[in-house]
């Protein structure tokens, strides 16, 4: 009788025990000498020019919550760089990246979800989420698994 391989449940973030791989989660990161207190800070400056908008830069990295330096950048949508679009999902990467790379806890925690499906499990962004019909095109997810796979890779070729 041949064996049936069952695809593993998916693994559902933006709240609950698989928040630490959401951009809101506490983790601090350090960019370019600038202490971010979560990767939504990071990101939601990174939409900006510093030199050009260095106030509004400023304001999101004193921000007190995720959220906050959300609200900054959306409050602040006409001076975001022209560019944005083309290059948002090279700077999440990046960024996802620091996170991984500077807390052994997230390491430790992506590895452990093996090779599940991961899904940002935002009822409203259809482009970093699945969003509000669950067909989005879940973005942070497919970032989250390709470092996962590529540690994998290096853990395999390390041990052999």
């Known amino acids: 009788m041949p064996s049936v391989i069952v695809p593993e449940q998916p693994i559902l973030f933006y709240e609950g025990p698989h928040y630490y791989l959401s951009?809101?989660?506490?983790?601090?990161?350090?960019q370019r000498?600038?202490?971010?207190m979560t990767v939504e800070h990071a990101?939601?400056?990174?939409k900006f020019f510093p030199g050009h908008h260095a106030s509004v830069v400023g304001e999101i990295e004193r921000a007190m919550s995720a959220h906050d330096a959300k609200q900054i950048a959306k409050v602040n949508k006409e001076f975001v760089r022209p560019d944005w679009q083309e290059v948002k999902?090279?700077?999440?990467?990046?960024?996802?990246?620091?996170k991984f790379a500077q807390h052994s806890y997230i390491r430790r925690k992506l590895l452990e979800?093996?090779?599940?499906?991961?899904?940002?499990?935002?009822?409203?962004d259809a482009f970093?989420?699945?969003?509000?019909d669950g067909k989005g095109q879940n973005q942070l997810g497919k970032l989250w698994m390709k470092i996962r796979e590529e540690?994998?890779?290096k853990l395999q070729q390390a041990n052999g």
């Open 23 to 30: 951009n809101f989660s506490s983790f601090a990161i350090m």
């Open 33 to 36: 000498r600038t202490l971010w």
């Open 43 to 46: 990101y939601q400056a990174s």
């Open 89 to 98: 999902l090279e700077v999440m990467e990046k960024l996802l990246r620091l």
């Open 113 to 124: 979800t093996g090779t599940a499906p991961l899904i940002e499990d935002s009822p409203k």
């Open 128 to 132: 970093w989420g699945r969003g509000p």
């Open 151 to 153: 540690e994998q890779v």
